[in-house]
């Protein structure tokens, strides 16, 4: 219970920032940036960086990078799809249980130094994957904050009560 409790106080909080949508969606959107590459664990923190080089709103960077934690697998393993379904090449990831955090790290090494490698691939996917859902979660964010910022943050009030 504490932890839904916890959610909804935080849902709370990103709602009722006082910067204006473009500044939140932006926010969000760079946050979520790291988690498409092998970041160590920085993750959040660069999320922060990069708002502040765009000036958006750190808060919802910082959310966004925290959102982006957990789900790095899933990333990587669409960063590998992604760049094997545009150069028609042979992935050396085909499940989630293959993405591992080191050979992910290994692969942008090999896809920096060498453009014929499983790390190309998973470069390649992950420049696109970034595009497409930065662009995604920007005007996604933007139109709930624009929208329905004061009917979602009065509903989240009421189901706190």
Same mark, same amino acid.
């Given at each position: 219970m504490k932890i839904t409790r916890r959610i909804k106080f935080n849902l709370i909080r990103l709602f009722r920032l006082k910067s204006s949508p473009h500044h939140v969606a932006l926010g969000l959107t760079m946050g979520l940036i790291p988690s498409w590459i092998p970041t160590f664990g920085l993750g959040p923190v660069l999320s922060v960086g990069l &708002?502040?080089?765009?000036? &958006?709103?750190t808060v919802s960077a910082l959310i966004g990078g925290i959102i982006g934690t957990p789900i790095w697998p899933l990333l990587f393993l669409l960063n590998y799809k992604v760049g094997s379904l545009i150069f028609d090449g042979k992935s050396k990831v085909d499940e989630l249980d293959d993405v591992e955090y080191i050979n992910? =790290?290994?692969h942008t090494y090999k896809g920096i130094v060498g453009p014929h490698s499983s790390g190309f691939l998973f470069l390649s996917g992950a420049v696109i994957n970034i595009l =497409?859902? $930065? $662009?995604l979660v920007y005007f996604i964010v933007y139109l709930l904050f624009k929208k329905c910022r004061v009917r979602i943050l009065n509903k989240i009030r009421r189901n706190c009560s």
């Open positions: &708002a502040r080089l765009v000036k &958006a709103n992910a =790290i290994h =497409i859902s $930065t $662009t």
